[in-house]
DNA sequence: AGCGGCCTTGCGGGAACCCGCAGCCGGTCG
DNA sequence: CGACCGGCTGCGGGTTCCCGCAAGGCCGCT
Protein backbone atom coordinates (compact mmCIF):
# COMPACT_ATOMS: atom_id res chain seq x y z
CA UNK A 1 0.00 0.00 0.00
CA UNK A 2 1.07 3.45 -1.25
CA UNK A 3 0.11 6.17 0.67
CA UNK A 4 0.40 9.90 -0.58
CA UNK A 5 0.52 13.09 1.61
CA UNK A 6 -0.04 16.51 0.54
CA UNK A 7 0.17 19.15 3.09
CA UNK A 8 2.44 22.40 2.15
CA UNK A 9 3.81 22.83 6.00
CA UNK A 10 7.06 20.85 6.38
CA UNK A 11 5.93 20.25 9.88
CA UNK A 12 3.48 18.98 9.85
CA UNK A 13 4.19 16.85 6.71
CA UNK A 14 6.67 15.21 8.71
CA UNK A 15 4.56 14.40 11.67
CA UNK A 16 2.02 13.02 9.07
CA UNK A 17 4.45 10.91 7.23
CA UNK A 18 5.43 9.42 11.44
CA UNK A 19 2.16 8.93 12.27
CA UNK A 20 1.65 7.33 8.80
CA UNK A 21 4.08 4.83 9.48
CA UNK A 22 3.38 4.00 12.62
CA UNK A 23 -0.24 3.13 12.18
CA UNK A 24 -0.39 1.61 8.86
CA UNK A 25 2.49 -1.19 8.67
CA UNK A 26 0.65 -2.44 5.84
CA UNK A 27 2.25 0.91 4.45
CA UNK A 28 5.39 0.64 1.76
CA UNK A 29 5.73 3.64 0.57
CA UNK A 30 5.31 7.23 1.44
CA UNK A 31 5.27 9.92 -1.02
CA UNK A 32 4.92 13.54 -0.13
CA UNK A 33 3.79 16.75 -2.03
CA UNK A 34 3.57 20.72 -1.06
CA UNK A 35 0.51 21.39 -2.94
CA UNK A 36 -2.46 19.84 -4.79
CA UNK A 37 -0.81 20.65 -8.48
CA UNK A 38 1.75 18.46 -7.51
CA UNK A 39 -0.53 15.79 -5.19
CA UNK A 40 -2.69 15.23 -8.60
CA UNK A 41 0.53 14.77 -10.20
CA UNK A 42 1.88 12.10 -8.21
CA UNK A 43 -1.17 10.47 -7.40
CA UNK A 44 -1.29 9.85 -11.35
CA UNK A 45 2.31 8.50 -11.39
CA UNK A 46 2.30 6.46 -8.65
CA UNK A 47 -1.58 4.84 -9.37
CA UNK A 48 -2.11 5.75 -5.22
CA UNK A 49 -5.15 5.09 -3.44
CA UNK A 50 -4.37 6.37 -0.23
CA UNK A 51 -4.33 9.87 0.27
CA UNK A 52 -4.21 12.30 3.21
CA UNK A 53 -4.70 15.85 2.34
CA UNK A 54 -4.66 19.35 3.81
CA UNK A 55 -6.98 21.86 2.78
CA UNK A 56 -5.73 25.51 2.21
CA UNK A 57 -2.71 25.37 0.88
CA UNK A 58 -1.11 27.76 -0.89
CA UNK A 59 -0.66 27.17 -4.56
CA UNK A 60 -3.54 24.96 -4.61
CA UNK A 61 -5.65 24.46 -2.23
CA UNK A 62 -7.12 20.39 -1.44
CA UNK A 63 -10.69 20.56 -2.22
CA UNK A 64 -9.62 21.33 -6.37
CA UNK A 65 -6.86 18.61 -5.84
CA UNK A 66 -9.28 16.40 -4.08
CA UNK A 67 -11.55 16.98 -7.33
CA UNK A 68 -9.13 16.08 -9.60
CA UNK A 69 -8.03 12.73 -8.00
CA UNK A 70 -11.37 11.90 -7.88
CA UNK A 71 -12.64 12.41 -10.86
CA UNK A 72 -9.55 10.23 -12.28
CA UNK A 73 -10.08 7.85 -10.08
CA UNK A 74 -13.59 7.50 -7.79
CA UNK A 75 -12.15 5.02 -5.25
CA UNK A 76 -9.79 6.90 -3.97
CA UNK A 77 -9.66 7.17 -0.38
CA UNK A 78 -8.84 9.94 0.77
CA UNK A 79 -8.35 11.79 4.42
CA UNK A 80 -8.65 15.49 4.87
CA UNK A 81 -6.54 17.45 7.47
CA UNK A 82 -7.74 20.43 8.82
CA UNK A 83 -6.80 23.44 10.63
CA UNK A 84 -10.78 24.47 10.81
CA UNK A 85 -14.32 23.07 10.33
CA UNK A 86 -15.89 25.76 8.46
CA UNK A 87 -19.12 25.28 6.84
CA UNK A 88 -17.24 27.01 3.77
CA UNK A 89 -14.68 23.79 3.41
CA UNK A 90 -17.12 21.00 4.79
CA UNK A 91 -19.80 22.11 2.14
CA UNK A 92 -17.17 22.04 -0.30
CA UNK A 93 -15.55 18.55 0.56
CA UNK A 94 -19.06 16.88 0.93
CA UNK A 95 -19.91 18.54 -2.73
CA UNK A 96 -17.11 16.50 -4.14
CA UNK A 97 -16.86 13.17 -2.82
CA UNK A 98 -18.19 10.86 -4.89
CA UNK A 99 -20.71 8.58 -4.23
CA UNK A 100 -19.52 5.29 -2.43
CA UNK A 101 -16.37 6.46 -1.65
CA UNK A 102 -14.74 6.35 2.04
CA UNK A 103 -13.09 9.41 3.26
CA UNK A 104 -12.75 11.29 6.32
CA UNK A 105 -12.22 14.88 7.39
CA UNK A 106 -10.19 15.22 10.99
CA UNK A 107 -9.00 18.38 12.78
CA UNK A 108 -5.44 18.97 13.03
CA UNK A 109 -6.10 19.60 17.08
CA UNK A 110 -7.16 15.90 17.27
CA UNK A 111 -5.23 13.75 19.53
CA UNK A 112 -2.48 11.55 18.11
CA UNK A 113 -4.91 8.49 18.57
CA UNK A 114 -7.39 9.89 17.05
CA UNK A 115 -5.48 10.54 13.76
CA UNK A 116 -3.95 7.04 13.39
CA UNK A 117 -7.15 5.39 14.58
CA UNK A 118 -8.81 7.72 11.50
CA UNK A 119 -6.03 6.37 9.04
CA UNK A 120 -6.89 2.61 9.83
CA UNK A 121 -10.61 2.85 9.59
CA UNK A 122 -10.24 5.00 5.93
CA UNK A 123 -7.75 3.11 4.26
CA UNK A 124 -8.24 -0.44 5.91
CA UNK A 125 -11.96 -0.51 6.97
CA UNK A 126 -13.03 1.65 4.09
CA UNK A 127 -15.25 3.39 6.61
CA UNK A 128 -15.29 7.27 6.73
CA UNK A 129 -14.75 8.88 9.87
CA UNK A 130 -16.19 12.45 10.60
CA UNK A 131 -14.55 14.42 13.29
CA UNK A 132 -17.28 15.11 15.63
CA UNK A 133 -16.91 18.72 15.79
CA UNK A 134 -16.92 18.87 11.70
CA UNK A 135 -20.39 16.59 11.87
CA UNK A 136 -21.37 19.37 14.37
CA UNK A 137 -21.14 22.06 11.86
CA UNK A 138 -22.69 19.71 9.08
CA UNK A 139 -25.70 19.11 11.38
CA UNK A 140 -26.19 23.32 12.16
CA UNK A 141 -26.22 23.88 8.44
CA UNK A 142 -29.32 21.26 7.72
CA UNK A 143 -30.43 22.26 10.89
CA UNK A 144 -34.23 24.62 11.31
CA UNK A 145 -32.38 27.84 12.41
CA UNK A 146 -29.93 28.89 10.60
CA UNK A 147 -29.82 25.83 7.84
CA UNK A 148 -28.88 27.42 4.60
CA UNK A 149 -30.13 24.87 2.00
CA UNK A 150 -28.55 24.01 -1.22
CA UNK A 151 -30.63 26.18 -3.64
CA UNK A 152 -29.91 29.10 -1.23
CA UNK A 153 -26.03 28.59 -0.82
CA UNK A 154 -25.91 28.60 -4.71
CA UNK A 155 -27.82 32.38 -4.77
CA UNK A 156 -25.72 33.42 -1.37
CA UNK A 157 -22.28 32.45 -3.60
CA UNK A 158 -23.83 34.48 -6.54
CA UNK A 159 -24.23 37.79 -4.48
CA UNK A 160 -20.53 37.03 -2.97
CA UNK A 161 -19.32 37.06 -6.50
CA UNK A 162 -21.21 40.61 -6.74
CA UNK A 163 -23.79 39.27 -9.39
CA UNK A 164 -26.59 41.31 -10.23
CA UNK A 165 -30.54 39.91 -9.70
CA UNK A 166 -30.79 39.41 -13.41
CA UNK A 167 -27.89 38.21 -13.70
CA UNK A 168 -28.51 35.53 -11.01
CA UNK A 169 -31.66 34.67 -12.73
CA UNK A 170 -30.17 34.04 -16.24
CA UNK A 171 -27.56 31.87 -14.45
CA UNK A 172 -30.07 29.32 -12.23
CA UNK A 173 -32.84 29.32 -14.63
CA UNK A 174 -34.96 31.45 -12.46
CA UNK A 175 -37.37 34.95 -12.89
CA UNK A 176 -36.16 38.09 -11.57
CA UNK A 177 -38.55 37.61 -8.38
CA UNK A 178 -37.80 34.24 -7.78
CA UNK A 179 -34.03 35.16 -7.28
CA UNK A 180 -35.38 37.98 -4.63
CA UNK A 181 -37.42 35.81 -2.32
CA UNK A 182 -34.39 33.22 -2.22
CA UNK A 183 -32.63 36.42 -1.27
CA UNK A 184 -35.11 37.36 1.47
CA UNK A 185 -35.01 33.95 2.63
CA UNK A 186 -31.03 34.17 2.91
CA UNK A 187 -31.67 37.93 4.61
CA UNK A 188 -34.18 35.81 6.97
CA UNK A 189 -31.73 32.96 8.08
CA UNK A 190 -29.00 35.42 8.32
CA UNK A 191 -30.79 37.54 10.31
CA UNK A 192 -30.01 39.87 8.53
CA UNK A 193 -32.07 43.27 9.37
CA UNK A 194 -31.33 46.51 7.94
CA UNK A 195 -30.26 48.07 11.33
CA UNK A 196 -31.70 51.44 12.39
CA UNK A 197 -34.97 52.75 11.07
CA UNK A 198 -36.70 50.66 8.21
CA UNK A 199 -37.15 53.39 5.79
CA UNK A 200 -35.05 56.43 4.74
CA UNK A 201 -32.13 55.33 7.33
CA UNK A 202 -31.53 51.83 7.01
CA UNK A 203 -27.99 51.26 8.23
CA UNK A 204 -27.31 48.22 5.87
CA UNK A 205 -27.18 47.61 2.74
CA UNK A 206 -28.92 43.79 2.68
CA UNK A 207 -27.38 42.33 -0.11
CA UNK A 208 -23.51 43.41 1.01
CA UNK A 209 -24.36 42.89 4.70
CA UNK A 210 -25.72 39.31 4.30
CA UNK A 211 -22.29 38.55 2.25
CA UNK A 212 -20.16 40.37 5.25
CA UNK A 213 -22.09 37.82 7.66
CA UNK A 214 -21.37 34.90 5.31
CA UNK A 215 -18.02 35.21 5.72
CA UNK A 216 -18.01 36.07 9.56
CA UNK A 217 -20.02 32.73 9.90
CA UNK A 218 -17.01 31.38 7.95
CA UNK A 219 -20.10 30.13 5.02
CA UNK A 220 -18.31 31.26 2.73
CA UNK A 221 -14.05 32.03 2.54
CA UNK A 222 -11.50 32.73 -0.01
CA UNK A 223 -11.02 29.20 -1.40
CA UNK A 224 -15.21 28.74 -2.12
CA UNK A 225 -15.09 32.41 -3.92
CA UNK A 226 -11.95 31.05 -6.14
CA UNK A 227 -13.75 27.98 -6.93
CA UNK A 228 -16.69 30.31 -7.61
CA UNK A 229 -15.14 32.79 -9.49
CA UNK A 230 -13.50 30.13 -11.75
CA UNK A 231 -17.00 28.35 -12.44
CA UNK A 232 -18.72 31.70 -13.40
CA UNK A 233 -15.50 32.22 -15.54
CA UNK A 234 -16.39 29.35 -17.28
CA UNK A 235 -20.34 30.11 -17.26
CA UNK A 236 -19.86 33.77 -18.76
CA UNK A 237 -17.94 31.84 -21.57
CA UNK A 238 -20.52 29.52 -22.39
CA UNK A 239 -23.25 32.40 -22.20
CA UNK A 240 -21.41 34.67 -24.90
CA UNK A 241 -20.52 31.66 -27.27
CA UNK A 242 -24.49 30.48 -27.45
CA UNK A 243 -26.51 33.23 -26.13
CA UNK A 244 -29.72 31.27 -26.09
CA UNK A 245 -31.80 33.78 -24.29
CA UNK B 1 15.39 37.70 29.24
CA UNK B 2 11.77 36.48 28.90
CA UNK B 3 10.35 35.11 25.83
CA UNK B 4 6.75 34.84 25.13
CA UNK B 5 5.45 32.74 22.34
CA UNK B 6 1.67 32.95 21.19
CA UNK B 7 0.79 29.55 19.09
CA UNK B 8 -1.78 27.50 18.58
CA UNK B 9 -0.34 24.70 17.24
CA UNK B 10 1.43 22.41 19.12
CA UNK B 11 4.18 21.50 16.45
CA UNK B 12 4.86 24.82 15.80
CA UNK B 13 4.94 26.70 19.27
CA UNK B 14 7.21 23.96 20.35
CA UNK B 15 9.68 24.19 16.57
CA UNK B 16 9.71 28.24 18.14
CA UNK B 17 10.87 27.41 21.73
CA UNK B 18 13.70 25.29 20.24
CA UNK B 19 14.65 28.02 18.12
CA UNK B 20 14.44 30.88 20.68
CA UNK B 21 16.25 28.49 23.03
CA UNK B 22 19.21 27.73 19.95
CA UNK B 23 18.87 31.53 19.01
CA UNK B 24 19.10 33.31 22.03
CA UNK B 25 21.18 31.89 24.90
CA UNK B 26 20.48 35.08 27.04
CA UNK B 27 16.96 33.93 27.39
CA UNK B 28 16.29 32.90 30.66
CA UNK B 29 12.94 31.62 30.28
CA UNK B 30 10.31 30.44 27.44
CA UNK B 31 6.53 30.93 28.53
CA UNK B 32 4.01 29.51 26.03
CA UNK B 33 0.18 30.66 25.57
CA UNK B 34 -2.03 28.93 22.82
CA UNK B 35 -4.28 31.91 22.02
CA UNK B 36 -4.22 35.51 22.20
CA UNK B 37 -6.06 35.86 25.15
CA UNK B 38 -4.27 34.23 27.18
CA UNK B 39 -0.99 35.63 25.72
CA UNK B 40 -2.15 38.96 26.91
CA UNK B 41 -2.77 37.82 30.36
CA UNK B 42 0.63 36.02 30.47
CA UNK B 43 2.67 39.01 28.91
CA UNK B 44 0.69 40.97 31.87
CA UNK B 45 1.81 38.53 34.45
CA UNK B 46 4.98 38.14 34.04
CA UNK B 47 6.28 41.50 32.85
CA UNK B 48 7.07 40.02 29.67
CA UNK B 49 8.78 42.67 27.12
CA UNK B 50 9.55 40.26 24.02
CA UNK B 51 6.86 38.43 22.28
CA UNK B 52 6.72 36.23 19.48
CA UNK B 53 3.30 35.79 17.83
CA UNK B 54 1.08 34.23 15.89
CA UNK B 55 -1.45 35.53 13.73
CA UNK B 56 -4.55 33.77 12.64
CA UNK B 57 -5.06 31.66 16.02
CA UNK B 58 -8.38 30.50 16.40
CA UNK B 59 -10.06 31.81 19.63
CA UNK B 60 -8.50 35.19 19.70
CA UNK B 61 -5.99 36.26 16.32
CA UNK B 62 -2.62 37.62 17.14
CA UNK B 63 -3.59 41.08 15.54
CA UNK B 64 -5.53 41.47 18.15
CA UNK B 65 -3.73 40.41 21.50
CA UNK B 66 -0.69 42.46 20.02
CA UNK B 67 -3.13 45.21 20.15
CA UNK B 68 -3.20 45.12 23.73
CA UNK B 69 0.21 44.02 24.77
CA UNK B 70 1.42 47.09 22.84
CA UNK B 71 -1.27 49.22 24.29
CA UNK B 72 -0.06 48.64 28.06
CA UNK B 73 3.55 48.36 27.17
CA UNK B 74 4.18 50.30 24.15
CA UNK B 75 7.98 49.28 23.67
CA UNK B 76 7.62 45.70 23.74
CA UNK B 77 9.25 43.97 21.49
CA UNK B 78 7.27 41.83 18.48
CA UNK B 79 7.57 39.38 16.19
CA UNK B 80 4.66 38.33 14.10
CA UNK B 81 4.84 34.72 12.61
CA UNK B 82 2.27 34.01 10.12
CA UNK B 83 1.74 31.48 7.02
CA UNK B 84 0.66 34.22 4.98
CA UNK B 85 1.45 37.87 3.44
CA UNK B 86 -1.83 38.69 2.67
CA UNK B 87 -2.15 42.49 2.54
CA UNK B 88 -5.24 42.49 4.99
CA UNK B 89 -2.64 41.18 7.84
CA UNK B 90 0.03 43.70 6.61
CA UNK B 91 -2.23 46.48 6.71
CA UNK B 92 -3.76 45.18 10.60
CA UNK B 93 -0.14 44.96 11.62
CA UNK B 94 1.33 48.31 10.64
CA UNK B 95 -1.72 50.25 11.62
CA UNK B 96 -0.92 48.79 15.60
CA UNK B 97 2.16 49.12 16.24
CA UNK B 98 3.07 52.33 18.28
CA UNK B 99 5.59 54.87 17.10
CA UNK B 100 9.22 53.89 17.33
CA UNK B 101 8.39 50.12 18.45
CA UNK B 102 10.22 47.46 17.32
CA UNK B 103 9.13 44.36 15.56
CA UNK B 104 9.06 41.89 13.16
CA UNK B 105 7.27 39.82 10.12
CA UNK B 106 8.34 36.34 9.54
CA UNK B 107 6.92 34.13 7.35
CA UNK B 108 6.52 30.29 8.43
CA UNK B 109 7.92 29.06 5.32
CA UNK B 110 11.83 31.37 5.80
CA UNK B 111 14.55 29.15 6.68
CA UNK B 112 15.63 28.46 10.60
CA UNK B 113 18.38 30.65 9.69
CA UNK B 114 16.14 33.68 9.11
CA UNK B 115 13.72 32.78 12.11
CA UNK B 116 17.29 33.34 14.50
CA UNK B 117 18.08 35.96 12.55
CA UNK B 118 15.24 37.89 12.87
CA UNK B 119 14.71 37.00 16.60
CA UNK B 120 18.11 38.46 17.71
CA UNK B 121 17.67 41.54 15.29
CA UNK B 122 14.28 42.19 17.00
CA UNK B 123 15.10 41.52 20.66
CA UNK B 124 18.77 42.41 21.10
CA UNK B 125 19.38 45.23 18.36
CA UNK B 126 16.08 46.48 19.06
CA UNK B 127 15.85 46.76 15.00
CA UNK B 128 12.70 45.95 12.50
CA UNK B 129 12.99 43.15 10.39
CA UNK B 130 10.35 42.58 7.87
CA UNK B 131 9.94 39.61 5.81
CA UNK B 132 10.88 40.86 1.65
CA UNK B 133 8.01 39.13 0.63
CA UNK B 134 6.27 41.08 3.33
CA UNK B 135 7.78 43.94 1.68
CA UNK B 136 6.40 43.19 -1.93
CA UNK B 137 2.73 43.47 -0.45
CA UNK B 138 3.14 46.58 1.54
CA UNK B 139 5.00 48.31 -1.31
CA UNK B 140 2.67 46.66 -3.76
CA UNK B 141 -0.03 47.88 -1.71
CA UNK B 142 1.37 51.71 -1.91
CA UNK B 143 2.76 51.96 -5.37
CA UNK B 144 0.12 53.58 -7.97
CA UNK B 145 -1.64 50.68 -9.66
CA UNK B 146 -3.76 48.51 -7.37
CA UNK B 147 -2.96 50.80 -4.63
CA UNK B 148 -5.44 51.57 -2.30
CA UNK B 149 -4.81 54.43 -0.06
CA UNK B 150 -5.80 54.31 3.62
CA UNK B 151 -9.06 56.40 3.38
CA UNK B 152 -10.03 54.58 0.91
CA UNK B 153 -9.40 51.23 2.47
CA UNK B 154 -11.62 52.74 4.96
CA UNK B 155 -14.61 53.08 2.83
CA UNK B 156 -13.69 49.45 1.59
CA UNK B 157 -14.01 48.29 4.91
CA UNK B 158 -17.43 49.72 5.47
CA UNK B 159 -18.90 48.33 2.13
CA UNK B 160 -17.73 44.91 3.23
CA UNK B 161 -19.77 45.59 6.71
CA UNK B 162 -22.91 46.02 4.66
CA UNK B 163 -23.18 49.80 4.94
CA UNK B 164 -25.42 51.93 3.17
CA UNK B 165 -23.79 55.38 1.62
CA UNK B 166 -25.66 57.19 4.21
CA UNK B 167 -24.26 55.28 7.22
CA UNK B 168 -20.95 55.76 5.75
CA UNK B 169 -21.40 59.36 5.22
CA UNK B 170 -22.27 59.98 9.04
CA UNK B 171 -19.74 57.74 9.46
CA UNK B 172 -16.56 59.21 8.21
CA UNK B 173 -18.21 62.49 8.46
CA UNK B 174 -18.35 63.29 4.55
CA UNK B 175 -21.24 63.81 2.26
CA UNK B 176 -22.96 61.40 0.59
CA UNK B 177 -21.96 62.62 -2.80
CA UNK B 178 -18.33 62.27 -1.43
CA UNK B 179 -18.58 58.45 -0.19
CA UNK B 180 -19.70 58.08 -3.35
CA UNK B 181 -17.00 59.88 -5.23
CA UNK B 182 -14.66 57.22 -3.05
CA UNK B 183 -16.27 54.66 -4.26
CA UNK B 184 -15.97 55.52 -8.17
CA UNK B 185 -11.88 55.49 -6.71
CA UNK B 186 -11.90 52.06 -5.25
CA UNK B 187 -13.95 50.62 -8.65
CA UNK B 188 -11.28 52.16 -10.71
CA UNK B 189 -8.55 51.00 -8.84
CA UNK B 190 -9.91 47.17 -7.92
CA UNK B 191 -10.09 47.50 -12.07
CA UNK B 192 -14.50 46.42 -11.16
CA UNK B 193 -16.15 46.94 -14.02
CA UNK B 194 -20.04 45.74 -14.86
CA UNK B 195 -19.25 43.62 -16.63
CA UNK B 196 -20.99 43.05 -20.06
CA UNK B 197 -23.42 46.10 -21.47
CA UNK B 198 -23.25 48.64 -19.72
CA UNK B 199 -27.27 49.65 -19.13
CA UNK B 200 -29.87 47.86 -18.33
CA UNK B 201 -28.17 44.60 -18.62
CA UNK B 202 -24.34 45.35 -16.61
CA UNK B 203 -23.89 41.22 -14.92
CA UNK B 204 -22.39 42.81 -11.94
CA UNK B 205 -23.59 45.07 -8.79
CA UNK B 206 -20.05 47.17 -8.71
CA UNK B 207 -20.25 47.29 -4.63
CA UNK B 208 -20.90 43.91 -3.98
CA UNK B 209 -18.30 42.88 -6.91
CA UNK B 210 -15.63 45.09 -5.36
CA UNK B 211 -15.86 43.28 -1.95
CA UNK B 212 -15.44 40.03 -3.87
CA UNK B 213 -12.49 41.14 -5.53
CA UNK B 214 -11.35 42.65 -2.61
CA UNK B 215 -11.28 39.22 -0.52
CA UNK B 216 -9.63 37.32 -3.62
CA UNK B 217 -6.84 39.85 -4.10
CA UNK B 218 -7.09 39.50 0.13
CA UNK B 219 -6.67 42.74 0.72
CA UNK B 220 -10.00 41.99 3.36
CA UNK B 221 -10.50 39.21 5.11
CA UNK B 222 -11.79 37.19 8.16
CA UNK B 223 -10.12 38.77 11.13
CA UNK B 224 -10.16 42.28 9.65
CA UNK B 225 -14.13 41.79 9.12
CA UNK B 226 -14.23 40.79 12.63
CA UNK B 227 -11.99 43.73 13.70
CA UNK B 228 -14.30 46.25 11.68
CA UNK B 229 -17.16 44.70 13.05
CA UNK B 230 -16.44 45.45 16.38
CA UNK B 231 -15.52 48.84 15.57
CA UNK B 232 -18.68 49.41 14.00
CA UNK B 233 -19.98 48.15 17.37
CA UNK B 234 -18.75 50.67 19.04
CA UNK B 235 -19.53 53.50 16.82
CA UNK B 236 -23.23 52.84 16.31
CA UNK B 237 -23.44 52.18 20.70
CA UNK B 238 -21.81 55.73 20.54
CA UNK B 239 -24.04 56.77 17.67
CA UNK B 240 -27.11 56.03 19.53
CA UNK B 241 -26.40 57.36 22.86
CA UNK B 242 -25.49 60.73 21.78
CA UNK B 243 -26.58 61.40 18.22
CA UNK B 244 -25.18 64.41 17.50
CA UNK B 245 -26.87 65.33 13.91
C1' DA C 1 -62.69 16.82 -5.41
C1' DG C 2 -61.33 19.98 -2.17
C1' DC C 3 -57.92 21.97 0.73
C1' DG C 4 -53.60 23.98 2.40
C1' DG C 5 -48.74 24.61 1.75
C1' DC C 6 -44.70 25.63 -0.94
C1' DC C 7 -42.54 27.57 -4.82
C1' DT C 8 -42.66 30.54 -8.74
C1' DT C 9 -43.87 34.62 -11.25
C1' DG C 10 -45.68 39.38 -12.34
C1' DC C 11 -46.64 44.19 -10.86
C1' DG C 12 -45.79 48.34 -8.55
C1' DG C 13 -43.46 51.63 -5.74
C1' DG C 14 -40.18 53.62 -2.47
C1' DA C 15 -35.42 53.69 -1.34
C1' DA C 16 -30.70 53.13 -2.48
C1' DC C 17 -27.10 52.93 -5.84
C1' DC C 18 -24.23 54.49 -9.97
C1' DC C 19 -22.59 58.41 -12.18
C1' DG C 20 -22.14 62.70 -15.32
C1' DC C 21 -22.13 67.68 -14.71
C1' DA C 22 -20.92 71.71 -12.31
C1' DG C 23 -19.61 74.75 -8.63
C1' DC C 24 -16.59 75.66 -4.47
C1' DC C 25 -12.27 75.72 -2.00
C1' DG C 26 -7.45 75.10 -0.53
C1' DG C 27 -2.88 74.31 -2.30
C1' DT C 28 0.94 74.48 -5.92
C1' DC C 29 3.43 76.22 -9.68
C1' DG C 30 4.84 79.17 -13.37
C1' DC D 1 -1.36 86.97 -9.41
C1' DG D 2 -3.78 83.68 -12.47
C1' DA D 3 -3.90 78.99 -13.91
C1' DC D 4 -4.35 74.49 -12.63
C1' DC D 5 -5.26 70.34 -9.89
C1' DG D 6 -7.37 67.48 -6.57
C1' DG D 7 -10.81 66.81 -3.17
C1' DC D 8 -15.59 67.91 -1.43
C1' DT D 9 -20.39 68.92 -2.34
C1' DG D 10 -25.12 69.48 -4.55
C1' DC D 11 -28.30 68.20 -8.37
C1' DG D 12 -30.54 65.22 -11.49
C1' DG D 13 -31.81 60.96 -13.72
C1' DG D 14 -31.41 56.24 -14.96
C1' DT D 15 -31.00 51.71 -12.94
C1' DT D 16 -31.07 48.33 -9.43
C1' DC D 17 -32.55 46.72 -5.11
C1' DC D 18 -35.99 45.59 -1.47
C1' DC D 19 -40.42 44.00 -0.69
C1' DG D 20 -45.70 43.82 -0.15
C1' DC D 21 -49.54 42.04 -2.78
C1' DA D 22 -51.65 38.68 -5.52
C1' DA D 23 -52.28 35.06 -8.95
C1' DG D 24 -51.01 30.50 -10.73
C1' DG D 25 -48.92 25.64 -10.59
C1' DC D 26 -47.37 21.38 -8.22
C1' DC D 27 -47.87 18.16 -4.41
C1' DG D 28 -49.62 15.66 -0.68
C1' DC D 29 -53.37 15.00 2.48
C1' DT D 30 -58.23 14.37 3.94
Chains 1, 2 share one sequence.
Not at 2 to 22: F, N, Q, T, W
Not at 139 to 152: C, D, K, L, M, N
Request: hydrophobic share 40%; charged share 30%.
Amino acid sequence: MKVLIVEDDPLHRAYLGDSVRAALPECSAVIEATDGAEGERLAREHGVAHVVMDLQMARRNGIEGARTIWRERPDTRILFWSNYSDEAYVRGVSRIVPPGAAYGYVLKSASDERLKLALRSIFIENQCVIDNEVRGTEQRSFARTGGISEVEYEILIDIALGLTDRTIARRRGLSLRSVQNRLQQIYDKLEVHQGAGQGPDAAFNLRARAVSVAIRRKLVNHGALERAEADLGDWLAAAAAGPRR
